[in-house]
């Protein structure tokens, strides 16, 4: 069923204080929550519930943990517990009061990322995108490499030393100098050698046993 809407006034409790007045208006994340459009969401994804039936948690609360697990890097059980430990969190996904409980299901962030498909997941991403204005269009992007596979031949390997030496061969050739050795023959002992080590090896590592 369709998600509650929250009233467009809000109503002041007897017993709580609104929670908004006792956090930091200045928080960064707060600040954040003002400039997201809620309302857009709402308006976007409401036609993906049904009419009947149980009524659905929030769409506010749905995207505002989607965010929060992208900007604190979190997995969906982790921003489920850091929800309720964390004032900030709950007022950035709408909250007027502290809760105690569970917003919902680590389970249904994945229901909802179901529900609202590429599309809306991408419409959420944008959004977060927008908020930045001009620091997500940075000409420079700085990539970290440092994990990456490399395709660097190592110094003492036996193919780079092949191809120094062939190098040299032909550069000797082209300015017409001669060499009292080319060397070929121990180029083509050095490429055995190196097939015989590369062959014996994988010969040994399929007679390990499959724990070792």
Same mark, same amino acid.
């Given at each position: 069923?369709?998600? *509650?809407?929250?009233? !467009? /006034?809000?109503?002041? $409790? ?6 908004? +007045? ?23 994804? &409401? ?8 009524? #659905? ?7 505002? @943990? @989607?965010?929060?697990?992208?900007? +604190?890097?979190?997995?969906? +059980?982790?921003?489920?517990? #850091? ?6 969190? %709950? ?7 502290? %809760? ?5 299901? #680590? ?7 179901? !529900? =609202? ?8 991403? *944008? &959004?977060?995108?927008?908020? $930045?204005?001009? #620091?997500?269009? /940075? ?8 994990? %990456?596979? *490399? ?9 780079? %030393?092949?191809?120094? =030496?062939?190098?040299? @061969?032909?550069? &000797?050739? /082209?300015?017409? =100098? ?5 060397? !070929?023959? /121990?180029?083509? *002992? ?21 724990? +070792?």
């Amino acid at each position: 069923m369709k998600p *509650k809407t929250a009233p !467009r /006034e809000k109503q002041g $409790h007897l017993l709580y204080q609104d929670l908004l +007045e006792q956090l930091n208006p200045k928080d960064p994340l707060l600040l954040l929550g003002k400039k997201i459009d809620w309302k857009s969401f709402e308006r976007d994804f &409401a036609h993906l519930y049904s009419s009947v039936g149980r009524p #659905a948690k929030p769409i506010r609360l749905m995207v505002g @943990l @989607l965010l929060l697990k992208q900007i +604190e890097n979190l997995s969906d +059980e982790r921003v489920v517990a #850091a929800w309720m430990r964390n004032p900030y969190y %709950q007022s950035f996904c709408g909250m007027e009061y502290f %809760q105690w409980n569970a917003p919902c299901d #680590a389970s249904d962030l994945v229901h909802f990322r179901k !529900r =609202i498909g590429e599309a809306g997941t991408e419409k959420i991403f *944008k &959004a977060s995108v927008a908020l $930045h204005e001009k #620091a997500s269009t /940075e000409r420079d992007v700085v990539i970290d490499t440092t994990v %990456q596979e *490399k395709n660097i031949t190592f110094p003492t390997d036996t193919k780079l %030393q092949v191809k120094a =030496i062939s190098r040299c @061969l032909k550069l &000797a050739k /082209e300015e017409g =100098i001669k060499l009292r050795r080319s060397y !070929r023959q /121990e180029l083509k *002992k050095l490429l055995r050698i190196k097939r015989f080590s590369k062959n014996k090896q994988e010969k040994r590592r399929c007679r390990l046993p499959s724990g +070792e």
